[in-house]
C-alpha cells in the first residue's frame, strides 16, 4: 500500500492513531508517556517529504516500529525512576467504554492486573510480548522494531510468554457475574459492613494502593481478607461527603471516588470464583488527571 498525497499520507497516521497509542501505553503503562511517543511518532512522519512518506508500503508496520523504538527508549528511563518511586507503583488508568471489553483479549491486556504483570518484565521483552500476543505481530516485523534477530525474538516471546502466563490473573469472568460482585464489595465498603467485606473477599486477596508519596496510601501490598477488611472498614467515618460511581476502567468494570477529604481515587478489582481477588487502589492525583476523558483502545 502506497500513501498518495500530502493529505492522504498525514490522513494515514491518523487512521492509526488509535492502535498506536494502545501499543505505547501496553508498553509504558502511563498514559501521559503513551501521548507523548504518539506525538514524537506524528512529528517524525509529518516532517517526512511528501515523496518520502509514499513510498512507505505498509504504514501500520512502520508506524509501530517508530512506535515501538520511541517506547523502548521512554521504558529504559521510566524504569530507572519508578526503581526511586515512593511505595507501590501502579499504571495510570484509562477510563474506557463498554465496547472495550466485549473484546476479551484486549480487555485483559490492558486490564491494571495485566499492566502490573508486564511490569516485571524487561523493556524488551515487553515490547516483545505485547507485539506478539496482543497484536499478533509478524516474528521478523517485531525482530525490526526492536533491533534483534528473528531467532534472538522468537527466545524472547517465549520466555516472555511463560513469565507472564505464570502471574497473569484468571480474567475469565462473565460481565455480569463481575458487576454483581463489584456492587456487593462496593456496598460493603461503603457502609463499613465487615462480615459483607468478608463474605466478599477472597482469603487471599491481595490490595495495592498507589499514593506516589502524594496521596494517603498504604507503601506495602495488605494481604488476606482480615487485614483488607479491617484496612477498609473504617471509610464511612473518614470520608467527607464522596461521591462514588461505578465506571469503565481498563476494559473492565471499577469504582471512582471523589472525596472531600481524601481525594480522587479509581479502584480496579480482578474477580475469581465470584469473588475479589485483587484490589488496585489508584490514589496519585498525577496519574489522575484524565479522568474526564474517554480514551478508546484498538488493536
Known amino acids: 500500500m502506497r500513501s498518495s498525497g500530502t493529505t492522504d499520507g498525514l490522513d494515514l497516521f491518523v487512521t492509526h492513531r488509535s492502535l498506536l497509542f494502545t501499543v505505547a501505553y501496553e508498553m509504558l503503562g502511563s498514559a501521559a ?9 506524528w512529528l517524525r512522519w509529518a516532517g517526512l517529504e511528501p515523496e518520502a512518506r509514499a513510498e512507505v508500503r505498509e504504514p501500520r508496520s512502520y508506524f509501530v516500529r517508530i512506535v515501538t523504538r520511541q517506547a523502548l527508549n521512554r521504558l529504559r528511563t521510566l524504569s530507572r525512576r519508578r526503581e526511586e518511586y515512593v511505595g507501590e507503583w501502579l499504571p495510570e488508568p484509562l477510563l474506557t467504554v463498554p465496547d472495550v471489553a466485549e473484546d476479551v483479549e484486549l480487555a485483559e491486556s ?3 492486573a495485566m499492566l502490573t504483570v508486564l511490569e516485571s518484565l524487561a523493556p524488551v521483552e515487553r515490547a516483545v510480548f505485547v507485539l506478539r500476543e ?3 505481530a509478524p516474528y521478523e516485523e517485531i525482530a525490526e522494531a526492536v533491533g534483534k534477530s528473528t531467532a534472538a525474538v522468537r527466545q524472547i516471546s517465549s520466555r516472555a510468554r511463560s513469565h507472564v502466563a505464570a502471574r497473569r490473573p484468571r480474567m475469565q469472568v462473565d460481565r455480569t457475574e463481575q458487576q454483581a460482585v463489584v456492587e456487593r464489595f462496593l456496598a460493603a465498603v461503603t457502609t463499613g459492613d465487615v462480615q459483607g467485606l468478608m463474605d466478599v473477599l477472597a482469603p487471599d486477596v491481595v490490595l495495592i494502593a498507589d499514593g506516589g508519596g502524594v496521596a494517603q496510601a498504604v507503601r506495602v501490598p495488605v494481604y488476606g481478607a482480615k487485614k483488607v477488611a479491617n484496612l477498609l472498614r473504617p471509610f464511612p467515618q473518614w470520608a467527607v461527603s464522596p461521591h462514588i460511581g461505578l465506571v469503565w476502567l481498563n476494559g473492565g468494570l471499577g469504582i471512582r471516588i471523589d472525596d472531600e477529604a481524601g481525594g480522587p481515587s479509581l479502584i480496579s478489582v480482578v474477580v475469581e470464583d465470584g469473588r475479589v481477588a485483587r484490589i488496585f487502589a489508584m490514589r496519585n492525583p498525577d496519574k489522575l488527571g484524565r479522568l474526564a476523558e474517554e480514551t478508546l483502545l484498538a488493536r
Do not use: P, R
Open 134 to 136: 496482543v497484536f499478533d
Open 33 to 41: 508517556d503513551a501521548e507523548d511517543v504518539v506525538q514524537e511518532a
Open 110 to 112: 490492558v486490564s491494571i
